[in-house]
């Protein structure tokens, strides 16, 4: 799992980096894919297969790989989906913390999520937009009430 976030790193570097530091390994490499790995919560599990990984733990390897490689710009399509409520509930923490900073775009049914995270939230019915606001105003908003009746709108 480690060298996955090695590569993302070295891709993220590859212009700061000499060709032989590309080929045999570098501390600055280590030393931030290490960084990474801790900061999604798996620096314990450093040497464990990907594979192996449970699916949250694979989620934030995935989070840890885009972050790595550098992006400013995260896109997020159901990001909790198959997840029970604790696993979410890191997941969602996860998310806050590791992209501050960042312009984060997600796709979620969760509203719990939604809300937990968004600064700016676009309700769509059918592919309609029908609202977009902040959070408060999204909860307060009447087609949105009415679209999603009972789904986490109360305040």
């Known amino acids: 799992m480690f060298d996955n976030l090695r590569c993302a790193t070295m891709l993220a570097e590859r212009d700061r980096l000499r060709w032989w530091q590309r080929v045999s390994g570098s501390r600055t490499v280590d030393a931030r894919a290490?960084?990474?790995l801790d900061a999604v919560g798996l620096g314990t599990r450093r040497h464990v297969a990907a594979g192996t990984?449970?699916?949250a733990e694979q989620r934030a390897l995935d989070l840890g790989i885009a972050l790595a490689g550098g992006a400013h710009t995260l896109l997020l399509?159901?990001?909790?989906?198959g997840m029970n409520r604790a696993e979410a509930a890191r997941a969602i923490e996860l998310i806050r913390s590791t992209t501050a900073?960042?312009?984060?775009?997600?796709?979620?049914?969760?509203?719990?999520?939604?809300?937990a995270i968004a600064d700016r939230i676009s309700v769509l019915v059918q592919?309609?937009?029908i609202a977009t606001g902040t959070p408060s105003a999204i909860r307060a908003d009447a087609a949105v009430r009415a679209a999603y009746p009972g789904d986490g709108f109360d305040a």
């Open 53 to 55: 990984l449970s699916y």
């Open 101 to 115: 900073g960042r312009t984060l775009l997600m796709v979620e049914h969760d509203m719990d999520a939604v809300f």
């Open 34 to 36: 290490a960084d990474v």
């Open 77 to 81: 399509d159901e990001p909790t989906a």
């Open 127 to 129: 592919g309609r937009v």
